[in-house]
């Protein structure tokens, strides 16, 4: 079945410094792939979806300057978290999006990235 | 715009007491209805994608079904290994994205 790594699982950093976070997918290749925000016990919330070899697009009142995504292959999407403060301390999980029956594409999660800024 | 209520937001069940999930969506187009298990620090995983009314889906001990308005994720004698919070989301037709809308999760807890 499709695999989608994603690294770190966890990352601890200071206020201020970036950290990027990188999402794989392993046995298929990925057009576009969702980048989500967890809080906990919320559901998931959209911050961007990336497509590959063009820009991401942005969920309205997510920061493109702050989250920046690339996707520059068919099977690897970054987040960068610049500047990081304690208010983006979160879950951050990536998914690919794999077509399915009757076009409705079934998303394949990775698991996850827990940020913890200082 | 797509809304997905899912309900209860908690559910604690003994160990065998067989009981349902529900998902309630508005979607203008329904591409797919999706249910997906997401353990504790964990990314969701994916059980089952619906696509018309009247259908339903098995896989062990968990079913789901579809109408036009609801979904139901039915537990059959659970197990605490089915422990998890259980997410639904909808797919539209929306431009050719087909961004999915999550909703809250339903956190079940089944006790040995």
């Known amino acids: 079945g499709a695999v989608v790594s994603q690294h770190p699982s966890w990352v601890i950093c200071k206020s201020g410094t970036s950290v990027k976070i990188e999402c794989r997918s392993l046995?298929?290749?990925?057009?576009?792939m969702f980048w989500y925000r967890q809080f906990p016990k919320q559901s998931l919330m959209l911050m961007a979806t990336?497509?590959?070899?063009?820009?991401?697009?942005?969920e309205q009142g997510v920061e493109k300057d702050k989250f920046l995504i690339n996707h520059a292959s068919l099977t690897l999407s970054t987040l960068t978290v610049t500047s990081a403060h304690p208010e983006d301390s979160s879950f951050y999980i990536c998914?690919?999006?794999?077509?399915?029956?009757?076009?409705?594409?079934?998303?394949?999660f990775g698991a996850g990235s827990r940020l913890t800024v200082l | 715009e797509d809304q997905v209520t899912q309900s209860p937001e908690a559910l604690r069940l003994q160990e065998g007491e067989s009981s349902s999930l529900n998902c309630s969506y508005t979607?203008?187009?329904?591409?797919?209805l999706f249910w997906y298990r997401q353990d504790p620090g964990k990314g969701p995983e994916f059980l089952f994608t619906?696509?018309?009314a009247g259908e339903e889906k098995e896989k062990e001990r968990l079913k789901a079904t579809l109408t036009k308005k609801e979904s139901f994720l039915h537990i059959t004698a659970p197990k605490p290994e089915d422990s998890a919070t259980y997410l639904c989301?909808?797919?539209?037709?929306?431009?050719?994205?087909?961004?999915?809308?999550f909703g809250r999760g339903t956190s079940l807890i089944v006790h040995p």
């Open positions: 046995d298929f290749q990925a057009t576009t």
């Open positions: 998914s690919a999006s794999l077509a399915g029956e009757t076009g409705a594409n079934v998303l394949t």
């Open positions: 619906l696509y018309s």
């Open positions: 979607v203008s187009g329904l591409r797919g």
């Open positions: 990336s497509n590959e070899g063009s820009k991401a697009t942005y």
């Open positions: 989301a909808v797919q539209a037709h929306q431009g050719g994205s087909y961004i999915p809308t």
